[in-house]
């Protein structure tokens, strides 16, 4: 045997090799396995968020049709009167707003 180094023979330097390799493909396993997992969980997060974007579609259109129904804009009226009651800021549509200022206009007369 002749000797490739200071204190390395051939078959030494083979060995050395061999375990190096296997340390390095068992790493390797352990990296693709733990890529793997990470685009698993990547797709149910996207799913998770697709899933929740089209809860707030449906929401949002619930909405819309509750605001546009008759019911919704018979009582507004009362809707404003409890806000004022409570002392809440107005509901947030153009008539609440106009008659919040009304009532405070008149409070502030003293009426």
Known sequence: MAADGPGLDADSGVTMLQGELARLAAENARLRAAAAQA???????????????????????????????LVWRLTLPLRIAVDILRGAPPTGSAEAVKVRRAVSVLRRQGV
Do not use: C, N, T
């Not at 996207?46 to 619930?62: F, I, S």
């Open 39 to 69: 685009a698993a969980s990547a797709s149910v997060q996207a799913l998770r968020a697709g899933a929740q974007g089209h809860e707030v579609y449906v929401l949002r259109k619930q909405m819309q049709i509750m605001h546009r129904s």
